[in-house]
């Protein structure tokens, strides 16, 4: 028998401006992750729209929908299931900018080298697997992989939560100069307010699927 319903996410609504960070914050299971999967249509929601640089999103067919996917990237947060094992992280890196036929491989590779010197690791780092990485270089990594396409907004769910407080902090600093050299908007979905202090512009309080607040950072 039915005991009950789950309501994923209903009525959200929120803009994001360009070079701002929204931070999402709310209890577990309010639909935070769903809301920043939906935009990204990594999951196809059953109602609503989302727009995002004059692209009407739900409604684009697989090829539009394919060059939309580079004005927008996801951060994940286990960068140990983001990456594959088996990839070198160069590898990784260089596969976006390839997939999407933007250029050759020796560009891919001049870009990833670049990226990857950009979050602070070396580009001889490249050779290596993500098993020979810290959890913090693997989510500089991650972060690398998503500034590949030159995306104009980043959904960051929960980016930070699996690291330890001197690597959080490093990892935030590095968000924010990336934002301001590169211009980019951020979705940032967390649990931690102290970082969401650090990295916001505007703070979106969600509830159960509603956004009930909404406002500056202070």
Do not use: W
């Not at 088996?86 to 036929?101: C, D, L, N, Q, W």
């Amino acid at each position: 028998r039915k005991s009950g319903a789950v309501h994923a996410v209903e009525k959200v609504s929120f803009n994001l401006f360009e070079g701002e960070t929204l931070s999402l914050v709310g209890e577990s299971g309010c639909g935070k992750s769903t809301t920043g999967r939906s935009v990204t249509r990594l999951i196809t929601p059953t109602s609503g729209d989302v727009t995002l640089d004059g692209y009407e999103v739900m409604k684009l067919d697989q090829s539009t929908l394919r060059q939309m996917r580079r004005s927008i990237q996801m951060v994940f947060q286990d960068p140990f299931a983001s990456l594959n094992p088996r990839m070198s992280v160069g590898s990784a890196v260089m596969e976006p900018f390839i997939e999407h036929s933007l250029g050759t491989k020796q560009q891919a590779r001049d870009k990833a080298a670049s990226l990857m010197e950009k979050v602070g690791l070396s580009a001889d780092m490249m050779r290596r697997f993500p098993h020979e990485f810290s959890g913090g270089q693997r989510q500089r990594v991650a972060i690398a992989r998503a500034l590949m396409l030159d995306p104009k907004v980043i959904v960051a769910d929960e980016a930070v939560s699996a690291l330890d407080v001197s690597i959080k902090a490093q990892v935030c600093n590095l968000l924010l100069d990336l934002q301001q050299s590169l211009n980019l908007a951020f979705l940032f979905i967390s649990h931690d307010m102290a970082v969401v202090e650090r990295v916001s512009h505007r703070v979106a309080v969600m509830y159960l699927g509603e956004i009930v607040e909404i406002g500056p950072r202070a």
